[in-house]
Nanobody, 127 residues
């Protein structure tokens, strides 16, 4: 059974930075695609960033491109989301997700493509 545990959320002022972590357990993740999604109150869950574990290739939502960086540490089975230049619009619960597949393109941006999810971590950006 795959388990994903997020950490690193919190309250930060606009312009600040946070680093989210997603610790994965249950198996080796070389064949997985891992992603970060977020959900603000009253809104649908939206794609933030994705990384293909084997190749390390990444994609980002336009809203975070140039500010957020997704990465993985194979030794620690952990995926990170470095968030810089945070804005109040980034306020949301951030979720880590995983699927046993190397996904590319629009498929990798859909929440329905992932079958493992963490519990979420709250990020609040004050103005």
């Amino acid at each position: 059974q795959v388990q994903l545990v997020e950490s690193g959320g919190g309250l930060v002022q606009a312009g600040g930075s946070l680093r989210l972590s997603c610790a994965a357990s249950g198996r080796t993740f070389s064949g997985y695609t891992m992603a970060w999604f977020r959900q603000a109150p009253g809104k649908e869950r939206e794609f933030v960033a994705v990384i293909r574990w084997r190749s390390g290739s990444t994609d980002y939502a336009d809203s975070v491109k140039g500010r957020f960086t997704i990465s993985r540490d194979s030794a620690k089975n952990t995926v990170y989301l470095q968030m810089n230049s945070l804005k109040p619009d980034d306020t949301a619960v951030y979720y880590c997700a995983a699927v046993w597949a190397q996904m590319y393109g629009n498929t990798s941006y859909l929440p329905s493509s992932y079958n493992y999810w963490g519990q979420g971590t709250q990020v609040t950006v004050s103005s």
